[in-house]
């Protein structure tokens, strides 16, 4: 017979608290496992509804379940949100005054508490471990557990200290949760939570409502409300752009076009960031030009679009930040734009960071994987899913290069003319001084550095500036030229292949993608 909150416990409690009817796929499953005394490693996407599949068996089993998270500043509207629902939840973090965590351990200790949030630093003081041992505890999930890997963007050094779960509460239930774990992270949590042989619950990634649109940058911000105007008037959506300067530029720039938007980011005052979220959360159409501190634990399930202005730095961050449109299953627009100058500028930023080799190394990858999907010509959600480990089989449909697919040349000869402007005038100039050797321009550059008697000079008047421009950001993307000091390129090892003829190079013809409607696209 089917299951019914009536004969099910779980789904009872998921009708009376939360009003839903049903669980979302694995979900079921993994609340059982968990209700009935396992370990689980859960993997899914952000807004997968990673929330109730620790809320719930905490419900269900005997004691407290202990939430460790390192997003300090949701745990007051998370636990909110769950006292308004009947949920008796508490949180421990830095931000109680002693008297508040002194009665939040005085409840957990009577077991007067359903849900604790607890920070990862603050559950590994001796003081913290001690109450856990004598408080009745129903579960500890780890959310966000990805932080306990240095592979990862957000690793946490607290985390590893959470191997004192399994060390010190072997018979408690352990859960392990993320949307970001690639095989070395994967190995990272089951290590530091003894998580081996549990059972690991892995959701496709796929969103099959947004669609997915990489576009050549021309006029950004044209090209923006270009977007805005033709596909998504009066909608919620996040502009994310890399700085706080072009945030502002961005923002003010859209309201004078008649866009309602606002801007966010870390260096506006706890009081506008606040002001903005809200606004963002509770009216209808309000855009959000931002960096990448906005979005974290914000759930609004009507964002109808994303767009990038600037790359981001890896694809987890890409499929963490388009992820945000479309959570209700309607249609999305995952929308971003770049070009040359934002392949030298992140791959420079990354090169530049004071992190380990290593650490910069599994970096470079993951920007690397991330260009690689930008220039693709097959299924854009192939290329995505395929990162996370995931078989698709394109054409999925819904992205630009399925609705339109670009035009494939051999570029091999065009490739080694432009890698042999690069060489021949000693691998340290930028992409608009190659494109006019290339073209054949005498400028006053070219010709006060001789570059006019180069043999190279003018091989390249069969294609536009515009081409140029493509091959080289191609040529950086994918690894052939590299970008050393004020914006030079160099000719990488890679490319002596190329030169020699012994691969060949199969580039697409930027062409901008034509607009769909808003009627195109339902259809
Ligand atoms: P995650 O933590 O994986 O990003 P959340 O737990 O915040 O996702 O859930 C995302 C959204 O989906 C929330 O608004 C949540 O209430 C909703 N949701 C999750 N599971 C269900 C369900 N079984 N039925 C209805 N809504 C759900
Ligand atoms: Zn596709």
Not at 23 to 48: K, S, W
Not at 120 to 131: F, Q, S, V, W
Not at 240 to 261: F, N, P
Not at 323 to 340: E, I, S
Request: proline share 5%; with cysteine; glycine share 8%.
């Amino acid at each position: 017979s089917a299951a019914s909150p009536a004969t099910d416990p779980a789904l009872n409690i998921l009708k009376t608290v939360w009003g839903y009817d049903a669980f979302r796929g694995v979900q079921a499953e993994i609340v059982r496992t968990v209700a009935e005394g396992g370990n689980a490693l859960v993997l899914m996407p952000t807004g997968g509804g990673k929330s109730l599949c620790y809320q719930v068996p905490s419900l269900l089993r005997p004691g407290v379940g202990i939430i460790v998270s390192p997003l300090i500043a949701l745990m007051k509207d998370q636990v909110d949100t769950l006292r308004a629902l009947g949920v008796r939840a508490a949180y421990l973090n830095s931000t109680l005054s002693p008297e508040g965590a002194r009665e939040v351990e005085a409840a957990l200790v009577a077991g007067e508490l359903d849900l604790l949030y607890v920070a990862p630093e603050r559950l590994l003081l001796p003081r913290t471990l001690d109450l856990l041992e004598r408080a009745p505890v129903a579960l500890f999930a780890v959310d966000e557990a990805h932080c306990v890997s240095q592979w990862g963007h957000d690793f946490r050094p607290e985390y590893q200290g959470l191997s004192v779960l399994p060390a010190r509460f072997a018979h408690i239930p352990r859960l392990a949760l993320t949307a970001t774990a690639d095989d070395r992270t994967r190995a990272d949590i089951l290590r530091v939570l003894d998580l081996h042989g549990a059972p690991q619950f892995i959701s496709s990634f796929d969103r099959p409502n947004i669609q997915y649109r990489v576009a050549a940058k021309e006029g950004p911000k044209t090209q923006l409300l270009d977007f805005i105007r033709t596909e998504h008037a009066g909608d919620a959506g996040i502009v994310y752009c890399l700085s706080r300067k072009s945030v502002e530029e961005t923002a003010q720039w859209l309201q004078a076009q008649g866009v309602d938007a606002v801007a966010y980011h870390a260096g506006l005052s706890p009081r506008e960031r606040n002001h903005a979220q809200e606004r963002f959360l509770n009216e209808e159409g309000l855009v959000v030009v931002a960096t990448v501190a906005f979005g974290m634990g914000i759930d609004k399930p009507n964002v109808r679009f994303v767009a990038h202005l600037d790359l981001p730095k890896s694809m987890e961050g890409y499929y963490q930040e388009t992820g945000r449109a479309g959570r209700d299953g309607l249609p999305g627009t995952a929308w971003m734009v770049y070009g040359l100058a934002d392949v030298v500028n992140v791959r420079r930023m990354l090169a530049a960071s004071d992190a380990p080799e290593e650490v910069k190394r599994v970096e470079a990858g993951k920007l690397d994987a991330l260009l690689t999907f930008c220039e693709t010509a097959s299924c854009r959600r192939e290329v995505l899913l395929a990162y996370f480990g995931e078989t698709f089989h394109g054409p999925c449909g819904n992205c630009d290069t399925c609705l339109n697919p670009p035009q494939v040349r051999d570029m091999t000869r065009e490739a080694q003319m432009a890698l042999s402007a690069a060489i021949r005038t000693g691998n340290r100039f930028g992409a608009a001084h190659l494109t006019d050797v290339l073209l054949g321009r005498a400028t006053e550059k070219v010709v006060g550095m001789g570059h006019h008697t180069l043999p190279t000079f003018g091989v390249g008047t069969a294609h536009d500036e515009k081409t140029w421009r493509g091959v080289l950001r191609q040529l950086v993307s994918l690894g052939y030229l590299a970008a050393g000091e004020y914006h030079g390129l160099s000719a990488t090892g890679k490319a002596r292949t190329l030169l020699k003829g012994e691969t060949r190079l199969t580039l697409r013809e930027d062409t901008l993608q034509p607009r769909t409607t808003k009627r195109e696209r339902q259809r």
